[in-house]
């Protein structure tokens, strides 16, 4: 995936027109975990959208295998801040919803497969009013697997759900990557899911959101939370993103 | 007590002490109002009109009940087999929203009432006429809220839909539909009452049967009071009763989710 020069502005009549993404350049490789960092309103979600084929930039070009995006498409998909589960369907519904015309035999093998793989077996029948926020957070992720994408876009995917449901989510994310190697693209806040997810943590400024620094982060999993190497890449990050003192 | 006991109990203290005070205050003259009818007398009343005459069938009140639960769902049936695809089809483009709901928000608050002189120029029969009527009455709430419900879906559904290759009619079915669906059964349901209040209306003007008429007729019958009362419960309870038949809709797996009820 290729980014140029992608540039963003939003424009309201009767408002002044609001610069979101001065121009991004970004290459990212096949399989590889990358993790968008920056403060609130940068415009992380205008970049994921852009990539997903839900906006279009101003300026600038996103290839993918050497194709521009046009839309959004089945072998990228994306993974929503509101998780975007249909609440009117089943788990097992869910997520077979990408399966779209296969034989059902060949459905259930997969849809099996993933329920297996996200945890949520004996939860087939069960809607999503009823799972905990985690337990809807793994459906959305394996209704996106179960298409086997390419790349996963991912908006914050454990920002809703509490400390401890997003460490164990945080764990079961990585093992899913390292089963399935899909390319993915995750959007956070958090310091640390950044440097314990990522191959690469790309930092964005404040509004218009340029990228400061591309932070290798070059640590085999699984990564011991409090290594030197660790806490060395966990305070470059903050130090970018300027709260180093304010610890 | 228990909530089970209490959701049966509760309603009944209430019934019964509303009943003690009706009858303690028609009995005292009714407030100055000429003979308000006492429960007792209005229960006799019902003698009178759940009697089966020389002849005929069934009671005289079936036909009024079955006249007016006909006009009723006719009229109801032909809003929602117009009104939701309408509303949907608003819902959904854009350019049919720009189109028609100017005109549909000032047809809306013309109450069905003040088309009662057109209904009865255009129509002959007193079926068609109340049925008209109840058709205008429910019609544009439909459509309203049909529309707002589509216009209402969450982008993320919409969007992921998409994400996954749905797009124009697959698209509609499988995710518009169900994600307006618990509104419009919403809407369809208040339609329904609004149905039943407005049959009884047009039954006092523009017809001849039906429980609206018995009600006119019961004042010209040298102001039968008792009847008058009576048939006004006999309508509450049937609306009561076809409200509950709609709300068996709102439980069901494909509603429920998007019905927030704090019971
Ligand atoms: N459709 C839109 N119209 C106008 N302005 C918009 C629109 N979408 C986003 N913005 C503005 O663009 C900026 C970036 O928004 P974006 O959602 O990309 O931020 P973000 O980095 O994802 O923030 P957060 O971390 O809080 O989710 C914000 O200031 C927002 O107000
Ligand atoms: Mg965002």
Known sequence: MRLRGVQ??????????????????????????????????????????????FETADEGTVTIDGQPVRGPDPR?????QEYGIFPWMTVWDNIAFGLGEKRFEEKLEIVGHYIELVGLRGFEKTFPQQLSGGMRQRVAVARALAVKPDIIFM??????????????????????????????????????????????????????????????????????FG?????????RLYELLGVKHAL | MSSRVQRFALPIVVLLVLLAVWSVWAKGGGGGATDFPTPGEVLSGYADQ???????????IVKHVVSSLFRTLSGFLLACMFGVPLGLAIGW?????????????????????????????????????????IFVAAFFPIVVSTAAAVRSIPQVYIRAAQNFGLSGWRLFKKVVLPAALPQV?????????ISWIVVVAAEMVAVQEGLGWLIIDARYQGARTDLIVGTMILIGMIGLGLDTVLRKLETLDQVKWGITRRD
């Open chain 1, 8 to 53: 963003k502005t939003f424009r309201e009549p009767g408002k002044p027109p609001v610069e979101v993404l001065p121009g991004i350049d970004l290459d990212v490789a096949k399989g590889e975990l990358i993790c968008l960092l920056g403060p609130s309103g940068c415009g992380k979600s205008t970049l994921l959208n852009i990539l997903g084929g």
């Open chain 1, 76 to 80: 990228r998909v994306f993974v929503f």
């Open chain 1, 155 to 224: 908006d914050e995917p454990l920002g809703a759900l509490d400390s401890l449901t997003r460490l164990k989510m945080r764990a079961e994310l990585l093992r899913i990557w390292q089963e399935e190697k899909p390319t993915i693209l995750l959007v956070t806040h958090d310091v640390d899911e950044s440097v314990q997810l990522a191959d690469r943590v790309v930092v964005f400024s404040a509004r218009p959101g340029r990228i400061l620094e591309v932070v290798e982060v070059g640590i085999d999993h699984p990564r011991e």
């Open chain 1, 227 to 235: 290594s030197r190497e660790y806490t060395e890449i966990k305070n």
């Open chain 2, 50 to 60: 759940f009697r089966t005459p020389e002849g005929e069938r069934a009671p005289i």
């Open chain 2, 93 to 133: 483009y854009t350019r049919a929203f720009y189109a028609l709901n100017p005109l549909i928000q000032m047809l809306r608050p013309i109450s069905a009432i003040a088309w009662i002189p057109i209904s009865i120029m255009i129509f002959r029969r007193d079926d068609t006429r109340s049925i008209f009527l």
């Open chain 2, 185 to 193: 059964v919403t809407a369809i349901r208040v339609s329904m009452g």
